[in-house]
């Protein structure tokens, strides 16, 4: 309630951060995930970019819950289905790629986390439509321990590194595991929300995909860096080699001018 000119610019600005940004993000996500999945399916060796690929097609999916704005009731547990399946990959991924980023391998915790990820799915499918907000609360919020290890294994590499590259990790998930938690907490605890911030669960702002857009730019950039740098070392390694080659071939013309001398 207020003057019109004041209600449409607050309706304009929460257009936009709630509807347009996710619409952005998902054609957003559809062509950097095409392109990088097409680089990982050309160079299989280079896990880091399909981590990254698969991460990018699991947040456009999930974020097409923000995007969609009615689903027909007969497809709605099928839809709530393939919106668990997105964010609990989204999360497993991430953690996979902190972990590769950090030089951590452990296929028994990888393994863990696959297992992790497809129980939320196959929970909802055996639970049906009425199960659905016990397995979303319990299930999702087993998700936010996996956030809080992804951080430790990134200022784990941080430490190991030490690199300023490295340091930017932590700090992004850090915001989009807090970002996260309350995103739960407004769907699932609205109780407390109003104890810590009066009046901020009744707006209904979630911020997970505002956050996760900024931690797959991060990773994108990282990646980018990193691509860049490859290409800077084959160029002088190319550089070094072009002139081992111009040394040994004037060493042999050296010797074979002094050979000639000696005959």
Request: hydrophobic share 55%; aromatic share 12%; net charge positive.
């Amino acid at each position: 309630i207020g003057p019109l000119v004041a209600l449409n610019e607050a309706n304009d600005r929460r257009e936009f951060w709630v509807r347009t940004t996710p619409q952005l993000t998902v054609l957003a996500c559809l062509i950097v995930s095409a392109f990088v999945l097409f680089i990982w399916w050309r160079r299989p060796r280079e896990v880091l970019y399909g981590l990254f690929g698969l991460a990018t097609v699991f947040w456009g999916i999930r974020t097409l819950t923000f995007v969609i704005e009615a689903v027909p009731v007969e497809r709605w547990h099928l839809w709530r289905l393939v919106y668990l399946a997105a964010t609990g990959g989204f999360v497993v991924v991430m953690a996979l790629f902190a972990m590769r980023f950090a030089g951590l391998r452990h296929r028994g915790l990888e393994y863990a986390l696959a297992a992790y990820w497809l129980i939320g799915p196959a929970w909802l499918l055996l639970a049906g439509p009425a199960g659905e907000p016990l397995v979303n609360r319990v299930w999702s919020g087993g998700l936010i321990p996996i956030g809080s290890g992804i951080i430790a294994v990134s200022f784990w590499a941080v430490w190991r590194q030490r690199t300023w590259a490295s340091a930017v990790m932590p700090i992004v998930l850090t915001l989009a595991t807090l970002a996260g938690v309350h995103d739960y907490l407004i769907a699932w605890d609205t109780a407390l929300v109003e104890r810590l911030l009066p009046g901020w669960s009744g707006h209904r702002l979630f911020m997970l995909h505002h956050a996760a857009n900024l931690l797959l730019l991060t990773m994108g950039a990282l990646l980018s860096l990193r691509f860049t740098r490859a290409l800077a070392s084959l160029e002088q390694l190319n550089a070094s080699l072009e002139s081992r080659v111009a040394d040994r071939e004037r060493t042999l013309s050296e010797n074979y001018l002094r050979l000639a001398a000696l005959e």
